[in-house]
């Protein structure tokens, strides 16, 4: 089964040597020959949450050509995949665009989500003795509508306990250009995230969002609060006699 990356900004620039690793490694692992297209860019997501629609059409029909050749598109991020997902209302005026997006939009998997409903795993075979809670992203349970794949594969990781954190459907505050715009109220919504965090006295907070990881994970070290913060493909990717550095 042949599958292209998209890595995202935020993967791309702030963690690349584990996420895009950790995704490549997953997916090959359960017989995926994985390709990554040089030319994608980001998915226009900030232009397009700020108004900027003209402007997020230019970026659509690049990364639709980009991915054209593709037999799936897989994404460590299920904010950015959602974009995807929303290309076809840019193009509602213009029928060749938006055949071409609505293609995009249906090989268009997160990761997590590509590993359980198309490749139909849900034991990945990673072994982490840690305590761990789990933040639920806006974009991909509300946007993408993706809630059970995540918890699924966390579910058989050999030695993971997972707690529920409390008011998990609450935004953590980075929502993209909102925490830049509304600065002020984000910091306040991460802060509660991060109390809700410490609430369940995990070990690790695991996420399947780089921008809420990085959100949170910004706040609880600027609070000086023992909490590592992992990407779901980070832990799904762990083998046994892993050790968890906090």
């Not at 998209?6 to 690793?21: M, N, Q, R």
């Not at 990673?126 to 946007?143: D, G, K, V």
Request: net charge negative; aromatic share 8%.
């Amino acid at each position: 089964m042949k599958v292209s990356l998209f890595l995202t900004c935020l993967a791309d620039v702030v963690y690349p040597a584990s996420v895009g690793k950790s995704s490549v490694e997953l997916l090959e692992r359960f017989g995926c020959e994985v390709d990554f297209p040089k030319k994608q860019t980001c998915c226009g997501q900030p232009a397009f949450n700020s108004g900027f629609h003209k402007e997020s059409r230019e970026v659509a029909k690049h990364m639709i050509a980009t991915f054209e050749h593709a037999s799936y598109v897989v994404s460590p991020s299920g904010s950015c995949t959602a974009m995807l997902h929303e290309y076809p209302k840019l193009f509602e005026d213009d029928p060749d665009w938006l055949y071409r997006a609505e293609a995009l939009k249906n090989k268009s998997y997160e990761l997590t989500q590509f590993l359980v409903h198309v490749l139909n795993v849900e034991d990945v075979g990673a072994e982490l003795p840690a305590n761990a809670t789990y933040h639920t992203s806006c974009h991909m349970t509300r946007l993408l509508g993706e809630k059970e794949a995540p918890m699924k594969l966390l579910k058989n990781v050999k030695g993971l306990t997972v707690y529920e954190l409390p008011y998990k459907e609450q935004c953590c505050g980075f929502g993209g250009t909102f925490s830049v715009k509304m600065m002020p109220i984000s910091e306040q919504m991460v802060d509660e995230k991060v109390e809700h965090v410490e609430e369940t006295g995990a070990e690790i907070l695991i996420g399947a969002d780089l921008g809420c990881l990085m959100n949170i994970g910004g706040r609880i070290e600027r609070k000086g609060k023992p909490v590592k913060v992992m990407h779901i493909a980070d832990v799904l990717n762990t083998q046994a006699k892993a050790e968890v550095n906090t």
